[in-house]
Each structure stands twice: as structure tokens, then as C-alpha cells.
């Protein structure tokens, strides 16, 4: 098992910064992959960024692209998500998630049915 703790959420303003945390307890050697997804309310689960656990390689969902920035620290097991120029549409709750077999591809990686492990979820709201 695997055991996922979200934290970093808050209520910003459009433009503001926020650096979300999912630290990892367990089986931690068994996971492959680390995951971001949100879920804004009446709409479906949406990826947001992954990485493999080793760092070789990192995804980005499109609307997230060149503003949100996925990273690990592997020694404490946590991985983050610094998220920069905040928009009202990135209203939502974040999950973090972990997939334990090698799911190669974007398509894959970017698919929540692929990830074993999730998180609590944490809100973030960005309004003015």
C-alpha cells in the first residue's frame, strides 16, 4: 500500500503563485509514476502533470503547459506542484496520485485509470 497526503491549497487571486505537496508513505518502491489531476465541480477528472519517480521523464497536460511545474524530492518522498499565473478555470480540487506498473506514453500516463494510489484532495480557488 501506498498512503498519499495532499497540502497546499488555498483561496488565490488570478496571477498568484501556489506550490502544492503529496507525500508518499508505504511502498514507496513500487511506484513508477506520480500523477497531478484536478477535478472541478460538474466536470471530469483532468490530468494535470507527472513524473516518473526516477525523473526520466515529465508530462504536462495542455492547459497547464509552461505555467505549472512538476518536481520531486526523493529523499523525502514528496513530490510538488508549483503552479504559477493561476487563472479562475484552475478552480478546483488536486489530487495526487501514484501508478505502480510502467505505463509508457502520454496517453497512458495521462489517463487516470492507469494510477492505483490517490490522495484526499486539496482545494484551490482562484478568484478576485
Known amino acids: 500500500q501506498v498512503q498519499l497526503v495532499e497540502s497546499g491549497g488555498g483561496l488565490v487571486q488570478p496571477g498568484d503563485s501556489l506550490r502544492l505537496s503529496c507525500a508518499a508513505s508505504g511502498r514507496t518502491s513500487s511506484v513508477y509514476t506520480m500523477g497531478w489531476f484536478r477535478q472541478a465541480p460538474g466536470k471530469e477528472r483532468e490530468f494535470v502533470a507527472a513524473l516518473r519517480w526516477s525523473g526520466s521523464s515529465i508530462y504536462y497536460g495542455d492547459s497547464v503547459k509552461g505555467r505549472f511545474t512538476i518536481s520531486r524530492d526523493a529523499m523525502k518522498n514528496t513530490v510538488y506542484l508549483q503552479m504559477n499565473s493561476l487563472k479562475p478555470e484552475d478552480t478546483a480540487v488536486y489530487y495526487c496520485?501514484?501508478?505502480?506498473?510502467?505505463?509508457?506514453?502520454?496517453?497512458?500516463?495521462?489517463?487516470?485509470?492507469?494510477?492505483?494510489?490517490w490522495g484526499q484532495g486539496t482545494q484551490v480557488a482562484v478568484s478576485s
Open positions: 496520485a501514484a501508478d505502480r506498473s510502467l505505463c509508457l506514453g502520454f496517453e497512458c500516463t495521462a489517463a487516470s485509470r492507469s494510477y492505483d494510489y
